[in-house]
């Protein structure tokens, strides 16, 4: 089993920053794991944000390159989303992912708010 427990979240105007964090624990080897986040808009399907993989190679959606950097601490079982020049369309639930053994393991999700 793995646990993935996001936090970070809130309530930011739009050109704010956030940075979201998730913390890996259970039966993982943390630091051969490639790390994904993923967001989900009311109304909208679940959609891949940003993926790190173990060596530190990252790709990102098109609708937040440039603004959105992944990266993660294997020291601290940790992957995070710094999340800059927030508009009001990154409005979602973030979603910690990972593909481990034969299973797909999510976080609970942290709400990410962003008002005019």
């Known amino acids: 089993q793995v646990q993935l427990v996001e936090s970070g979240g809130g309530l930011v105007q739009a050109g704010g920053s ?3 964090s998730c913390a890996a624990s259970g039966s993982i080897i943390f ?3 490639a790390m994904d986040w993923y967001r989900q808009a009311p109304g909208k399907q679940r959609e891949l944000v ?3 993989t173990n060596s530190g190679r990252t790709n990102y959606a098109d609708s937040v390159k440039g603004r959105f950097t992944i990266s993660r601490d294997n020291a601290k079982n940790t992957v995070y989303l710094q999340m800059n020049s927030l508009k009001l369309e990154d409005t979602a639930v973030y979603y910690c992912h990972n593909d481990w053994g034969s ?3 999510w976080g609970q999700g942290t709400q990410v708010t962003v008002s005019s």
Do not use: D, E, Q, T
């Open 18 to 20: 956030l940075r979201l």
């Open 50 to 52: 940003a993926i790190i």
């Open 31 to 33: 630091s051969i794991a």
């Open 103 to 105: 299973f797909s393991y």
